[in-house]
């Protein structure tokens, strides 16, 4: 079966560092995604990593551990429009599985 | 690249009509294609996966009398709600794999709210 667990609501402060976790349990693991939603629009991709580490992307970086079954977002330099929904997915057998995302609050 | 346009973005039916929702890729030809509905505040919750040219698989507990799916081309995949009820009221979208999953994600519609009344 597939389970992700990740926070539901976090607040942060313009210009701060967020870290957003996620811990999965996954048969046929092949990955993990991120992906941000604003309310009432697409998902839109954000990064994907199958292997141990760290991936950097500009103001955001995902991590991962396998063998902890554990993953997070970094998202640096915050801006207002980062306020949104940010979604912990798996990809077990080529489909997409998404965790409860987290709700991210960026106050001034 | 990689565009899947998604129509209506909102509708309004009464109950007991059906509602059809089309997912076009524009850009690429869209094998698969994956129907996911979203309550508010809540995350998206696969339906189903449709493949050009056979039948669909959904997943448990979703009813493939209700939510008829077809794919009958590349480029064109349906959602018809059939019969529509008040908790058929939800947010629809659909999302296709794109040639580089890994690198690129998948790409997806811009949804549809449907709002049945």
């Known amino acids: 079966g597939q389970n992700i667990d990740q926070p539901t609501e976090m607040t942060a402060t313009e210009g701060a560092i967020v870290q957003i976790n996620c811990t999965y349990q996954?048969?046929?693991?092949?990955?993990l995604f991120w992906y941000q939603q604003h309310a009432g629009e697409a998902p839109t991709f954000l990064s994907y990593?199958?292997?141990?580490g760290l991936e950097e992307k500009g103001r955001f970086s995902s991590f991962l551990s396998r063998s902890k079954g554990y993953s997070y977002l970094l998202l640096k330099e915050l801006q207002m429009k980062d306020s949104a929904s940010y979604l912990c997915?798996?990809?077990?057998?080529?489909?997409?599985?998404f965790g409860q995302g987290t709700e991210l609050s960026v106050k001034p | 690249g990689a565009v899947v346009s998604q129509h209506p973005s909102r509708v309004i039916c009464k109950s007991g009509t059906s509602v059809k929702i089309e997912c076009r890729s524009l850009?690429?030809?869209?094998?698969?294609m994956f129907w996911y509905r979203q309550f508010p505040k809540k995350s998206l919750m696969l339906m189903a996966t449709?493949?050009?040219?056979?039948?669909?698989?959904?997943e448990q507990g979703v009813e493939k009398d209700k939510f008829l799916i077809n794919h009958a081309s590349l480029t064109l995949s349906t959602l018809t709600v059939t019969s529509a009820h008040p908790e058929d009221s939800s947010f629809y979208i659909c999302?296709?794999?794109?040639?580089?999953?890994?690198?690129?994600?998948?790409?997806f519609g811009s949804g549809t709210r449907l709002t049945v009344v």
């Open positions: 449709s493949n050009e040219g056979s039948k669909a698989t959904y």
């Open positions: 997915v798996s990809y077990p057998g080529g489909k997409l599985i």
């Open positions: 999302s296709a794999p794109v040639r580089r999953p890994n690198k690129d994600g998948y790409t």
């Open positions: 850009d690429f030809q869209a094998t698969t």
């Open positions: 990593n199958v292997l141990d």
């Open positions: 996954t048969s046929g693991f092949n990955g």
